[in-house]
Structure formats: C-alpha cells, structure tokens
C-alpha cells in the first residue's frame, strides 16, 4: 500500500539555524498538510498545500515557516531561524482532496526536531 | 475551533466497551477519527460524512449527530491493540481541526 516518507527521522539542530523537513507523499494525491505534535499535546495544523499554493495555514505558520514542492514529488517545510519551542515531531499527511471530502488524510512517521 | 473531546482518558479492562464523545461548537460537516499510538503517526480510522451517519469498522463504530455538533465512538469487547490516543477531526474549508485527544488504555 502507498505510504507518505519523510525524512530524516530525526533531525537535530542547534537554535538559529535553519531545517529543511521533507515528505514524499503518496503520488496520486493532491493535497498535503503539515501538523506539529510538541511532546505529550495535541496535534496542530500547520498549513495545506494545493495546486503549487498554499491552501489554508494556522496562526501557527508565521514567516518563520514556508512550504515548497520543489519537484513532482517532494513536498518541503522549512523553518527559519529555529527556536527552542520548535522542538517537535512533525507529521506530513496527503490526501486525493481536500476540504470537505469524504477523503482521509494518510500521514508518515514523523520527523522528530531537537532544537538545541 | 477545535473539538473538545470526552474522556480526556479513560482505562478499560479487555474485554470491555467505551464511549469516546467529540462535541463542537461549529457546525460539522464530516467528522473524521484517528487513533494515534505513541510515538508513531496518526492512523486513520473512519470518517462520517451525514448527520445519523453510523459506520462500523470491526468492533469500532462511530455516530454522527448533525444536529448537536457532535460525534460518538464506539469501542466493543476493547482489546489490548486499542490503545493509544483517539482524536476526532473536523474540516472547515481546507484547514484541519484534530479534537483534544482521549488516552485509551486496555489492559489485561
């Protein structure tokens, strides 16, 4: 069955400097999130992404945060200038479409950032 | 935005039924559920789309009253690979709204 892949896994970071978290999603779908999940809480919305623009982002996706599909099959977060309460695991999801589909959103494993 | 969920957690011996509620102060148009083991992803379970929506996936249901803004679910003769932690979500255009979060725990 067709997975989301992220990678790495595990990524440390000293503060200040900047992350690169990619995702692979699964190939035929059109729409791809990313949430945060801090140690222990919920999982938070971050922000879509269709049609090479972003589709709808949380408060939380200030312009520390930007998105980018570099080609036709990765799809990128990067975090500017990282702070300590960026330590979090962050999860890509994908689905064939969004809003109010009866579609469900597949996820990977994670990628676990340690700001240091 | 978000939906609150009921319990926050909740332990439960194998064998045994539990009910995990999502109530929401907006109006819902499809609920989806995911349960969530530590340290691992998210894991889609159902999603409903119509109010009175029911839908059943092996000895885990689901409900969705329209009317009230809220949904239910069900979890019959609980085994110990139910645990983990169970979050309903929302959609309101096209940012996703995960629910509080209830911790389940089975044990033997």
């Known amino acids: 069955e067709p997975e989301v892949t992220q990678t790495p896994s595990h990524q440390v970071t000293q503060m200040g400097q900047e992350v690169i978290l990619r995702c692979v999603p699964i190939?035929?779908?059109?729409?791809f999130y990313w949430y945060r999940q801090i140690l222990g809480q919920k999982v938070e919305f971050l922000v879509s992404?269709?049609?090479?623009?972003?589709?709808?982002k949380s408060e939380i996706f200030d312009d520390q945060f930007s998105v980018e599909r570099p080609d036709g099959s990765n799809f990128t977060l990067k975090i500017r200038s990282t702070k300590l309460e960026d330590s979090a695991m962050y999860f890509c999801?994908?689905?064939?479409?969004?809003?109010?589909?009866?579609?469900?959103?597949?996820f990977g494993d994670g990628t676990r950032l340690s700001i240091l | 935005q978000q939906p609150v969920q009921s319990p926050q957690a909740v332990i439960l011996r194998e064998g045994e039924d539990a009910v995990i509620n999502c109530s929401s102060s907006?109006?819902?148009?499809?609920v989806h559920w995911y349960r969530q083991k530590h340290g691992e992803a998210p894991v889609f379970l159902m999603i409903?789309?119509?109010?009175?929506e029911q839908k059943g996936h092996d000895k885990i249901s689901a409900s969705f009253n329209e009317k009230k803004q809220q949904s239910s679910l069900y979890l019959t003769a609980s085994q110990l690979s139910y645990s983990g932690t169970y979050f309903c979500?929302?959609?309101?255009?096209?940012?996703?709204?995960f629910g509080t979060g209830t911790s389940l725990t089975v044990i033997p």
């Open positions: 999801a994908s689905s064939r479409t969004g809003g109010y589909s009866n579609q469900p959103q597949h």
């Open positions: 190939s035929n779908h059109l729409y």
């Open positions: 992404f269709y049609n090479n623009e972003i589709s709808e």
């Open positions: 907006k109006a819902l148009y499809s």
């Open positions: 409903l789309l119509k109010g009175g």
């Open positions: 979500g929302t959609t309101t255009g096209n940012q996703f709204y």
